[in-house]
């Protein structure tokens, strides 16, 4: 019966979506919604991109395990991610009118960068996406009492996203994201209510948080222990910003004040919402002490499913499922969407640029199309990751790569191409040795490879002008000679 309902649910948002997808009839409406999305849809859609399988089964799971200190990645690197590109990013991207971020790259230090900084971006989808498939895949296991294997949740899933992401671009991905977020707020904070109840209220729950030293945020004042910390809260917080979905999501709205506005209240939402799923693993080692125990061990993942489906009666059970495919779909959708017009916009189009604009929306469709088989083989092949490494190892890569270029093109007129390109080299290189050697268990190798961009950039970009006044000085002297 449950699992007949989440099928219905599935077919009632590729309805809503394929409606959505009638206002499509160009590139600009596939990828940015043509601009016209009000501020409360750019809250809605922004909050629902973030809040995916590692919110509702990730956190949790990493919470129980190491209190708040231990989730400062995502939700707090994440929720203030969004923040900061609302208070820094949003403005100055938003006036430049383009299609993609890697639009930016190519304004700013030209081609080379352009493709090398989109195929970071791309590239970190395919962890996050993964992610979102990887939990689908669950949700039909556990619906079906294990007659679905993960693998085959996972491709229903990828189908069920595919069949609006597909034909109306960013318009359905906005439309059924502001619907799926009614029913996850909804969903969640009844079930959090409920839950509260059956472990004694609230106050029980939260007490029983401190007994176990839950709200413990920061680290010992270790060098090692703040370092890594550090890292940690970096990764999202600044790995995030130079991608194309949060990048998407201020495009598409219709004046600059919802492009600034949106994403620092989604963010906001964000991260205070990210507490109900704290909150529901807490009440579950109340409510069912010795299962969650095993589970912990087990999977920490599928702790509240089983609290769902096994202490809490059907309206509660039709609710977090409604819930929690909500979240998935809408993060997924979102990051199907991304990389496919990242790639034709900014790699495609090079060898194709006298195409018209109706080809060209194909061509967006056909990359949808792959890019999904591609994600789907993945994750299949990745099972049994945990979906919150899945998507912390996502954001590392854009962090090294393409986050200093951005923001030291935006903010620092003497960044030059050359300094571009040394920041994402010696970033990425620096990443690498960092993450096959054991200088990675000393000093994170995400944040080596942030200061070795950083330096990389000041390098490129002021080595030679230096060497150039030096140059010049000298023929000076000799001249006086």
């Known amino acids: 019966m449950l699992l007949t309902l989440v099928i219905v649910y599935l077919l009632v948002t590729i309805a809503i979506g394929l409606v959505a997808a009638k206002r499509v009839k160009n590139t600009a409406d596939f990828a940015i919604a043509g601009r016209h999305l009000p501020l409360y849809m750019i809250i809605t859609t922004t909050f629902a991109t973030w809040f995916g399988s590692e919110t509702v089964l990730g956190i949790p799971a990493k919470f129980i395990e190491g209190g708040l200190g231990n989730v400062v990645e995502d939700p707090f690197g994440a929720g203030f991610c969004l923040i900061l590109v609302g208070l820094f990013f949003a403005a100055k991207l938003y006036r430049m009118t383009l299609l993609t971020i890697s639009d930016y790259y190519r304004e700013r230090y030209g081609r080379s960068v352009e493709i090398i900084c989109s195929l970071i971006i791309m590239l970190s989808y395919l962890g996050w996406v993964s992610a979102q498939v990887t939990a689908l895949g669950l949700v039909f296991n556990l619906l079906s009492g294990g007659t679905i294997s993960v693998s085959t949740g996972m491709v229903i899933g990828v189908l069920?996203?595919?069949?609006?992401?597909?034909?109306?671009?960013?318009?359905s991905v906005a439309v059924t994201d502001f619907i799926q977020m009614i029913i996850l707020v909804v969903g969640l904070s009844v079930?959090?209510?409920?839950?509260?109840?059956?472990?004694?209220?609230?106050?029980?729950?939260?007490?029983?948080?401190?007994?176990?030293?839950?709200?413990?945020?920061?680290p010992e004042p270790r060098f090692h222990d703040v370092v890594f910390f550090i890292a940690a809260g970096v990764?999202?917080?600044?790995?995030?910003?130079?991608?194309?979905?949060?990048?998407?999501?201020?495009?598409?709205?219709?004046?600059?004040?919802?492009?600034?506005?949106?994403?620092?209240?989604?963010?906001?939402?964000?991260?205070?919402?990210?507490?109900?799923p704290m909150f529901l693993v807490a009440s579950a080692l109340i409510i069912m002490p010795t299962e969650t125990a095993a589970l912990l061990k087990d999977d920490p993942q599928k702790v509240l499913p089983t609290l769902v489906l096994a202490k809490m009666p059907f309206v509660m059970q039709v609710l977090f499922f409604?819930?929690?495919?909500?979240?998935?779909?809408?993060?997924?959708?979102?990051?199907?969407?991304?990389?496919?017009?990242?790639?034709?916009?900014?790699?495609?189009?090079?060898?194709?640029?006298?195409?018209s604009d109706k080809e060209h929306l194909r061509t967006m469709r056909i990359t949808t199309l792959v890019f999904s088989m591609l994600v789907l083989a993945y994750a299949i092949r990745m099972e049994g990751t945990s979906i919150y490494e899945l998507v912390s190892g996502a954001y590392q890569v854009p962090l090294v790569g393409a986050f200093v270029p951005l923001v030291f093109g935006l903010y620092w007129k003497r960044a030059t191409t050359q300094g571009a390109i040394f920041a994402i080299v010696l970033g990425l290189l620096t990443w690498v040795v960092f993450l096959a050697t054991p200088a990675g268990t000393v000093f994170p190798a995400q944040l080596a490879g942030l200061l070795a961009a950083l330096s990389g950039m000041l390098i490129g970009s002021l080595g030679p002008q230096a060497l150039r006044n030096t140059h010049a000085s000298h023929h000076h002297v000799v001249g006086v000679d």
């Open 160 to 171: 069920s996203i595919l069949a609006y992401t597909l034909f109306g671009g960013m318009w």
């Open 191 to 218: 079930i959090a209510v409920f839950a509260g109840n059956m472990a004694g209220g609230a106050g029980k729950v939260i007490d029983f948080a401190a007994s176990r030293d839950l709200f413990r945020f920061l």
């Open 322 to 355: 409604g819930a929690l495919l909500s979240a998935l779909k809408s993060t997924a959708s979102a990051t199907l969407l991304a990389p496919s017009v990242t790639f034709t916009e900014n790699i495609w189009r090079q060898f194709r640029p006298k195409v």
């Open 235 to 276: 990764t999202m917080m600044f790995g995030s910003i130079p991608q194309q979905d949060v990048f998407q999501r201020v495009m598409s709205a219709n004046n600059l004040h919802s492009a600034t506005r949106g994403p620092i209240i989604g963010g906001i939402c964000y991260i205070l919402f990210a507490f109900v």
